[in-house]
């Protein structure tokens, strides 16, 4: 279980997440020692694999189960998902649909967009999105192309509260919104890209 | 024929489209994402698939038919509809599509061509499949009765 990344942070920044079809075990041991967490979700795109991810990511309960708490309709996970707005940036709209409506399943609010340009007019501070989900193989825009204007963004809005302490959320003037990038294609280049452009996370799309 | 009977069939209909590897196990998540609040689902979805099959596949034929074929905007078109194909599960199409990939990296152009007719033939197949199945789905909810759950002991 990976805690405290990097920085001594009293807000849990969002870890990264890998999620692939094919791992190997030396990337995955790469992945756990450069700090990312040690989830590997099998692929198709499950929503109850999504929220056990984002479960990890966002440091709420404690070890990892593999496979236990990966059931349609786990309260853990349900509890999770409930209520929180997620948004899906994907411009396969059978697969955006179908993620979406798996998602939805599990209570989220979900939100979807078709393209880079799109979801960053959703996603302007104050964010209001649990999590992001961003297709990474996007014609015009794709997902590193819109995290990255994303952090610059969070990181002036950071500097500004200048590590006051926000009374609303509590955190130590941290915005940082989960970013996952899907892709259908986990090879190495795309891995590092995510790391690179600051997205919490790669999940291997359909 | 009484409902029952129809349940069955349909039972029977959709086993055998996973057996013959027509769909695999992501198609039963479609299914269990349909319920009372989502009741079309199902259709929604598969509906979505065949739109954007049938454009890609145009624009695929167009592309391998330039006299200097783009590979990268071939491999473009067949990445989204392999995309497309998995999230339904239509195992057959992904397969096609992978293959399809690989000869695009290739740039070998009488393969992506024999590729693309091999795509086609699995998308038209897995067309018809899915619309029989939906028809009996529609035969049964109409005479009243409830689309059965299958279990994949497999």
Same mark, same amino acid.
């Given at each position: 279980m990976l805690e405290g990344k990097q920085n001594g942070h009293v807000f849990k920044l969002p870890k990264?997440?890998?999620?692939?079809?094919?791992?190997?075990?030396? &990337?995955? &041991?790469?992945?756990?020692?450069?700090?990312?967490a040690d989830t590997v979700i099998m692929k198709p795109m499950r929503a109850?694999?999504?929220?056990?991810?984002?479960?990890?990511?966002?440091?709420?309960?404690?070890?990892?189960?593999?496979?236990?708490?990966?059931l349609n309709g786990s309260p853990v996970l349900?509890?999770?998902?409930?209520?929180?707005?997620?948004?899906?940036?994907?411009?396969?709209?059978?697969?955006?649909?179908v993620f979406a409506g798996a998602l939805k399943k599990f209570g989220a609010a979900v939100e979807c967009r078709e393209s880079g340009k799109a979801a960053l007019k959703l996603l302007q501070l104050p964010c209001c999105f649990y999590a992001c989900f961003m297709d990474i193989q996007m014609p015009e825009m794709d997902g590193f192309e819109a995290t990255?204007?994303?952090?610059?963004? &969070?990181?002036?809005?950071?500097?500004?509260?200048?590590?006051?302490m926000d009374e609303d959320s509590g955190r130590k003037g941290e915005w940082h919104v989960p970013i996952l990038a899907m892709t259908a294609d986990v090879i190495h280049a795309t891995y590092d890209e995510c790391l690179k452009c600051r997205m919490d996370g790669c999940v291997e799309a359909l | 024929m009484e409902v029952g009977q129809m349940q069955r069939r349909l039972v029977d209909?959709? #086993?055998?489209?996973? %057996?013959?590897?027509?769909?695999?196990?992501q198609f039963l998540q479609l299914q269990q994402l349909q319920d009372e609040s989502n009741p079309d689902f199902v259709v929604e979805v598969v509906s979505l698939f065949f739109d954007d099959s049938e454009k890609l596949l145009n624009d695929l034929t167009m592309a391998l038919d330039q006299p200097n074929v783009d590979f990268k905007k071939v491999d473009a078109h067949v990445h989204q509809l392999k995309g497309s194909s998995s999230s339904i599960g239509a195992q057959r199409v992904k397969n096609a599509c992978i293959a399809f990939r690989s000869f695009c990296?290739?740039?070998?152009?009488?393969?992506?061509?024999?590729?693309?007719?091999?795509? #086609?033939?699995?998308?038209?197949?897995?067309?018809? #499949?899915?619309?029989? %199945?939906?028809?009996?789905?529609?035969q049964i909810v109409a005479a009243g009765g409830s689309i059965p759950m299958i279990e994949l002991g497999f």
């Open positions: 990264v997440i890998l999620l692939a079809k094919n791992i190997t075990n030396v &990337e995955l &041991e790469k992945a756990k020692a450069a700090g990312f109850s694999m999504a929220a056990a991810c984002l479960q990890q990511v966002l440091g709420i309960g404690k070890k990892r189960q593999a496979g236990k708490d990966m349900q509890g999770l998902l409930c209520g929180k707005k997620i948004l899906v940036v994907d411009d396969n709209m059978a697969h955006q649909r990255h204007p994303i952090r610059m963004m &969070e990181s002036k809005a950071n500097e500004q509260m200048n590590g006051g | 209909y959709t #086993k055998s489209l996973f %057996m013959e590897g027509f769909l695999d196990a990296e290739e740039q070998n152009i009488d393969a992506t061509l024999r590729c693309l007719q091999q795509v #086609k033939q699995e998308y038209y197949l897995v067309k018809n #499949k899915l619309e029989t %199945m939906l028809r009996l789905e529609q």
